[in-house]
């Protein structure tokens, strides 16, 4: 399966070329689907990623504030599904307040819906990214983000 048959080709397609802070993706846009169709995504993993997509904006319009005693135990599967590496960094973004544990949990929801993605750091990022991008009042911990995500690409040049 190459790169444009998958579900996060679709999603780094749309991040990259449509989506803008101020203004609402369309996922009913015909014109949309048809430019993606063209662009070598399959229908299924266009579906997929809209389905995804309309996901995170559900999630984004939730406000449940955790209690301020709460903390994370991942489950058994999470932890078989993402690597240690995976966990660790998810922690210390919340450490670092770029995650609250409201925008944690959606994350995690969000990588693990991408399963057969493969889960690794790097999905990792780009899902956190995402993540970060449709939430409101996001714009620090996007732009922390966004950084995190540059400097690990500039590492992978030299």
């Known amino acids: 399966m190459n790169e444009e048959e998958t579900v996060l080709g679709v999603l780094m397609y749309l991040f990259h070329n449509h989506m803008e802070k101020d203004n609402q993706l369309n996922l009913n846009d ?34 449940v504030p955790p209690s301020a005693q709460s903390f994370r135990v991942f489950s058994e599967e999470e932890c078989w599904l993402m690597d ?9 973004l919340e450490h670092q307040g770029i995650l609250t544990p409201m925008t944690r949990e959606i994350v995690i929801h969000q990588t693990l819906e991408l399963i057969n993605e493969g889960v690794d750091l790097s999905l990792l990022k780009w899902v956190t990214l995402m993540v970060l991008f449709n939430m409101p009042n996001c714009e ?13 690409a500039l590492d992978n040049i030299h």
């Open 140 to 152: 620090n911990a996007l732009s922390h983000m966004e950084f995190l995500v540059l400097a690990n």
């Open 84 to 92: 240690i590496e995976c966990r660790n960094f998810i922690i210390a």
């Open 30 to 63: 015909m014109e949309l689907i048809d430019e993606l169709k063209s662009a070598g995504f399959h229908a299924h993993s266009i579906g997929k990623a809209f389905r995804w997509l309309h996901h995170l904006v559900e999630f984004a319009g939730q406000d």
